[in-house]
């Protein structure tokens, strides 16, 4: 298990941690809604990547307002 978040800087390095993975746990802060376009191009900048294509998938919205 890798909680690989971060600034843009370590966003970069996030294709790092995609050898052998088996799933992907997405979570987003709802409570920081100027930051949910963020989160969605972040998201399908990751499923985009061919190592993670055929990998499930579970998009957790952790603090709901």
Wanted: charged share 30%; proline share 2%; no cysteine.
């Amino acid at each position: 298990v890798w909680d690989i978040g971060g600034d843009e800087k370590v966003r970069l390095l996030w294709s790092h941690y995609f050898i052998d993975m088996q799933a992907i746990i997405y979570v987003i802060d709802r409570s920081d809604l100027s930051r949910i376009n963020l989160a969605k191009t972040e998201l399908f900048r990751v499923l985009n990547d061919e190592k993670l294509k055929s990998l499930p998938l579970l998009i957790y919205s952790n603090k709901n307002v």
